[in-house]
């Protein structure tokens, strides 16, 4: 057994999910488990199942009848409790992005620190790669995920010289993949420059977005009355639709009203203003600067 990932927030999104001794759980992001072994100190005759695409994170697993892992991604939440017999749940926990196993091997091509194949892939059985993207998509795609998800104010002066160099030779390496914008790369904040750049490749590839729609949707239906729900987002983009959706029930935080004028949503906010970290888990894990999370329980 192998523990990678240091929890992020751990105290914090225990604290918020008031675990009941005998609930169901749901760590919708397994990694390296450490999230899910402080969440089986806190319950008794309950049950915790985890989820994650990676079948390397299965080695991380505990030994416990209380535990149950499922090798897919969360966005197949509701089908798998349901052919458990599980029709609702207490509480569920995600701490989205890529786990500190993924980032420091450098065959994953999750980092721009080792030169390796532009892959990405949060599950290895899919097809396409980061690659695959950044050689075939047209332009005007291109953009549009470095504009949505890198937040790039430059993003068609990027897309414009990632088909420039695609056109002399293929994107195959994430060197290759730096080399393609090094013209734009800011000398004072490189390392924030191509976070962000890489970033936006890998959410696009793996339907991140996308998929954690799905899971907060299904999430809100199988939870019951006075569950809660832990998400843990490192960037804006995913930060702003689990802000919405707790606020408001919807994604774009657009505040729907009952006939009384009272705001329609299924949740009450456990906290108001985001969780950070302190600046103590800063200095002892520097990869949790960026986590921001949010709790909610159903009303």
Known sequence: MMIYHVPALLNECIDG???????????????????SREILKHIEKGKLIAFDQDKNAEINKPVDDRFLFINQNFRFLRNNLLYLGIPSINGLLADLGVSSRQFDDPERGFSYRFEAGLDMRMNQGAGSTAADIVNKY??????????????????????????????????GTTADMVESVREFIPSKSENKFLSRLFQALRIELNRETEFLREMLVQATEMLIKGGRIAVITYHSVED??????????????????????????????????VITPSEEEIRRNKRVRSAKLRVAEKK
């Open 17 to 35: 999910l008031n675990i009941q001794p005998d609930g169901i759980y749901v760590d919708a992001t397994f990694g390296g488990g450490g999230h």
């Open 138 to 171: 047209p332009q005007n795609e291109l953009k549009r995920i470095l504009t949505d998800y890198g937040e790039f104010r430059n993003a068609g002066d990027l897309a414009s010289a990632i088909v420039s160099y695609r056109m002399i030779s293929p994107i």
């Open 240 to 273: 702003r639709l689990v802000k919405n959706f707790f606020r408001t029930g919807n994604f774009e935080g657009r505040e729907e009203k009952d006939f009384y004028g009272n705001p329609v949503s299924p949740f009450i906010l456990v906290n108001k203003k």
